[in-house]
């Protein structure tokens, strides 16, 4: 399956689908499973797609009171697409952390280290984000979506 998110996209080909219970091995499995990604991901951006996908994978678990967990990677010859999905109840968008604060770091480096990102709460949550691809004219823009 093909997907255009957003206008000005090319279709993305998925990479990577897989479900978890929501239980606090979650987020090692997810990291796990991204190790089938390594010939997909760009170098630059392979260590940060994995971190912020542990930390939303740990986000779901932790806030959102859902039994199960889909981790979804699109990609394109421009974009690497992340999405994760569960059927909580969603959650309010955080203030920005403050210094010597334990948690709360998930979305703030998800902001600062993407291209874009945003939630999506028509029937399940989805929390997704992207990285332009090194070399396919990235724009250096960052930008926040809510639907």
């Known amino acids: 399956m093909n997907r255009t998110p ?3 996209h090319t279709d993305l080909d998925p990479l990577l689908t897989c479900s978890f219970t929501a239980d606090r091995e979650a987020p090692g499995r997810a990291r796990l499973a991204m190790r089938g990604l390594s ?5 630059e951006i392979s260590d940060d797609v994995r971190l ?3 930390e939303l994978v740990t986000n779901s678990l932790r806030h959102t009171g859902t039994s199960g967990i889909r981790l979804e990677v699109w990609g394109s010859d421009e974009v690497v697409r992340v999405e994760v ?3 909580g109840e969603g959650f ?6 403050q210094p010597g604060q334990v948690s709360g770091w998930g979305l703030f480096m998800v902001d600062r280290l ?3 990102w945003g939630v999506d709460k028509a029937g399940e949550t989805r929390v997704w ?3 332009d691809r090194p070399g396919a004219g990235a724009h250096g823009r960052r930008e926040f979506f809510q639907a």
């Not at 010939?39 to 170098?43: A, I, P």
């Not at 309010?92 to 952390?97: C, G, H, T």
Request: net charge negative; glycine share 8%.
């Open 6 to 8: 957003f206008p000005g």
């Open 39 to 43: 010939g997909h991901l760009d170098h």
């Open 52 to 54: 912020l996908v542990s």
């Open 85 to 87: 999905v569960d059927d």
């Open 92 to 97: 309010d968008l955080p203030s920005n952390p």
């Open 114 to 116: 993407t291209d874009r």
């Open 129 to 131: 984000f992207e990285f």
